[in-house]
């Protein structure tokens, strides 16, 4: 009897601990990027911009923001554009800086958002960054590429091979 008591509050303590977790208090212990959004354009040279919701708790108070691209398996720094700002004030959401001139002009670039010895990662959408000139392209291999068999599939994307099951040189390469 004392077990199944021991039993039934070890899964009620679980419940409440997984309440909480859901609850809207625990997801604001990080920041929420809320801009740029899909299909956002800045022009190199003007301003570039990013907001966010800001995080509950102190860990959130010197946080850094980085201009990325690359996959999202392969991401690269471009610069960090803001580092030591408080992600946790509400009066400070947002943060401008001048776009810098980029080598592609397309919708390829994101920040993320990191806080600590970079840590708890998260991003925004992707957006454009075009030429002073108003130009852009689409980017490059925005579609994946697929090849499936019995024993493997493999996709193509952003200049990288990814596959499921057993590699084969003519799948993937």
Not at 23 to 42: K, L
Not at 127 to 156: H, K, L, M, N
């Amino acid at each position: 009897m004392s077990s199944t008591k021991f039993a039934l509050g070890a899964i009620a303590s679980l419940a409440s601990s997984l309440l909480l977790l859901a609850s809207p208090a625990a997801a604001a212990s990080t920041v929420t990027p809320t801009a740029p959004g899909p299909g956002e354009v800045f022009t190199a040279g003007g301003q570039c911009s990013t907001t966010w919701t800001p995080a509950t708790g102190s860990s959130w108070k010197n946080m850094t923001i980085e201009l990325m691209t690359g996959s999202n398996l392969a991401m690269v720094s471009l610069a960090k554009v803001a580092t030591g700002l408080d992600g946790t004030s509400s009066s400070d959401t947002t943060y401008t800086f001048t776009c810098p001139d980029v080598t592609l002009y397309s919708a390829v670039y994101f920040y993320q958002y990191t806080h600590g010895n970079e840590k708890d990662p998260t991003w925004t959408t992707r957006f454009t960054i075009q030429s002073a000139s108003g130009e852009s392209v689409d980017p490059p291999e925005s579609e994946w590429i697929c090849r499936r068999s019995s024993r493997y599939s493999c996709w193509y994307y952003h200049h990288h091979w990814y596959w499921f099951g057993q590699r084969s040189h003519d799948c993937c390469w």
